[in-house]
């Protein structure tokens, strides 16, 4: 069974910068695509970045020139650098894998994680 575990997130002040990790274990083998999304209170989940094992990336919009997704495909980790938080990042992130990044893109994946806060208040 395959888990995918998000660390990193917390309360930070707008401006300020924060690091997600997302490690997969259980039945470990090499998604193609993996990435994160989010989920602010009253709206929708919403996709932030995703990478492929090639390097292949997709940012959203809102995450273009602040956010860079990288991965690690021999320990299966994947992580967000996030700079010049805003206080509308505010959010519980997830991190998703899928060997089909089709399906990781828009919204199917298969494996989930449990999600982490990060909220951006001052």
């Known amino acids: 069974q395959v888990q995918l575990v998000e660390s990193g997130g917390g309360l930070v002040q707008p401006g300020g910068s924060l690091r997600l990790s997302c490690a997969a274990s259980?039945?470990?083998?090499?998604?193609?695509?993996m990435g994160w999304y989010r989920q602010a209170p009253g709206k929708q989940r919403e996709l932030v970045a995703a990478i492929t094992h090639a390097g292949s990336i997709n940012y959203a919009d809102s995450a273009k020139g602040r956010f860079t997704i990288s991965r690690d495909n021999a320990k299966n980790t994947v992580s967000m650098q996030m700079n010049s938080l805003k206080p509308e990042d505010t959010a519980v992130y997830y991190c998703a894998a899928d060997e089909v990044l089709f399906r990781l893109l828009h919204g199917t994946g298969e494996y989930w994680g449990q999600g982490t806060q990060v909220t951006v208040s001052s």
């Open positions: 259980g039945s470990i083998f090499s998604f193609n695509a």
